[in-house]
């Protein structure tokens, strides 16, 4: 089966070291160790960019949504669904991981500014209860607790595989993330309870965040 994929994906336009690479990245957590220790945030501070995993592997930076895409490409060569999971905040960009399933129990790998919103163990019985768990660490920079609601397993398969191989850096995988944010999300806490939400204590915040943009620098120290 491996071998299948292996011909699939140098099929799509994946070099003999890109698969080197996913042959590696044979576990959940192989990908999230990946992504901690191989891929830089990419802050878009000059450009947006929407890089492919192939473009992940090629300049080994990557923002959230680009991580999430590049470990469920890896994901799925190692024959896991590649799925994805879209949180949504409130005045605040969405936050996206990969989620995989093991033994029944759900799990998550991510890439992010904050050290919190990385990987979750496969610990979870459902996406709503794996959402849940990125609550406490998921703050805006003005340090209010605004993640609201979240998708279902998103499944990048009904796309084909080109996706995973484009050269296009500006446009590339724009449209997985278009298609996510105007799939199905659901309420994570009651809106009642939101104006009831503790501010993260500075102690937390500084804590939580692995890198910064430049022009918040001089705003939060």
């Not at 070291?17 to 959940?28: R, T």
């Not at 090629?58 to 994901?75: I, P, T």
């Not at 995988?173 to 659901?186: G, M, N, Q, T, V």
Request: aromatic share 14%.
């Amino acid at each position: 089966m491996t071998n299948n994929r292996e011909k699939e994906f140098r099929k799509i336009g994946f070099s003999k070291e890109d698969i080197s690479v996913f042959k590696k990245l044979n576990s959940p957590a192989k990908i999230q160790d990946f992504l901690d220790n191989e891929v830089s945030y990419n802050l878009e501070e000059k450009l947006e960019t929407f890089y492919s995993p192939k473009l992940v592997l090629r300049y080994k930076r990557a923002h959230c949504f680009e991580g999430s895409v590049f470990a469920a490409a890896a994901l799925a060569f190692n024959g896991f669904k590649p799925l994805l999971l879209d949180l949504r905040a409130v005045k605040d960009d969405d936050h996206v991981v990969a989620v995989f399933r093991q033994n029944g129990l759900w799990g998550a790998i991510g890439q992010s500014k904050f050290i919190g919103l990385r990987y979750r163990e496969p610990i979870f019985p459902s996406i709503k209860c794996l959402s849940l768990s990125y609550f406490e660490n998921y703050f805006d920079w003005n340090a209010k607790k605004d993640l609201r609601e979240y998708s279902s397993p998103f499944n990048l398969e009904k796309f084909g595989k080109k996706w995973m191989v484009s050269d296009d850096e500006k446009k590339g995988i724009e449209f997985l993330a278009d298609a996510l944010d105007k799939s199905r999300h659901f309420d994570l806490i009651p809106k009642k309870t939101s104006k009831f939400l503790r501010k993260v204590t500075k102690f937390n915040y500084k804590a939580e965040i692995l890198v910064m943009p430049k022009k918040l620098k001089k705003l939060k120290k």
